[in-house]
């Protein structure tokens, strides 16, 4: 999704930050502001109702990667116990 979204603005002539400044919360926000629905935009800016979509996506794939990842953080042991190979009972 996230080369996507870059490949959208290479088309367009418009460089994005590099690496993860794009995906910081400013980024995003950032991106958002470019974006438009597809009942806003005329024909020569239809990319920027591709981008809405393509960001949707992207918050949703990370909200379930959140759900998946968040509990496996806070439920597993310590790291003094990885180390150790003992893990409490």
């Not at 870059?6 to 690496?19: M, N």
């Not at 993860?20 to 980024?27: A, S």
């Not at 800016?45 to 959140?66: H, K, N, P, Y």
Request: proline share 4%.
């Amino acid at each position: 999704i996230r080369n996507h979204i870059r490949a959208l603005f290479d088309r367009e002539g418009i460089v994005l930050p590099k690496a993860h400044l794009c995906w910081t919360l400013g980024g995003i926000a950032a991106l958002r502001d470019e974006a438009r629905s597809f009942d806003m935009v005329g024909e020569n800016e239809l990319w920027r109702g591709e981008l809405t979509c393509e960001l949707d996506a992207l918050q949703s794939v990370d909200q379930l990667i959140e759900h998946v990842v968040s509990p496996c953080i806070h439920n597993r042991p310590p790291a003094s116990k990885l180390k150790t190979g003992h893990f409490a009972a």
